[in-house]
């Protein structure tokens, strides 16, 4: 597993750093003063929020729930949801496409 993340202090720290390690997660942070090196990721994760949390109002989002959700919108995104960067595809037709 890799997590990118900015140089916030919460990242940076030796104790988040260690705990990282210990679980096995590399650690990957965007340059200082750019913002765009997580441009991708955060267009996703707005992605993510807004089509795939739309659960009834008073709901909670238990872990379950979140993990479901996560799941399905992953499914949805690579496999059914055309992107116009990619010609209308999908990201699994356009990698499929190009070999």
Do not use: W
Request: proline share 5%.
């Amino acid at each position: 597993t890799m997590l990118h993340s900015d140089q916030g202090c919460q990242y940076t720290s030796y104790a988040f750093q260690e705990a990282a390690h210990k679980k096995g997660i590399i650690t990957s942070m965007s340059r200082r003063g750019n913002c765009f090196d997580n441009a991708v990721i955060e267009s996703f994760h707005s992605s993510l929020k807004s089509e795939g949390f739309r659960t009834p109002k008073g709901v909670p989002l238990t872990f379950p729930i979140i993990l479901e959700n996560v799941q399905t919108y992953m499914y949805y995104y690579n496999y059914q949801r055309p992107l116009t960067k990619l010609a209308f595809h999908t990201p699994v037709e356009y990698r499929t496409a190009e070999g």
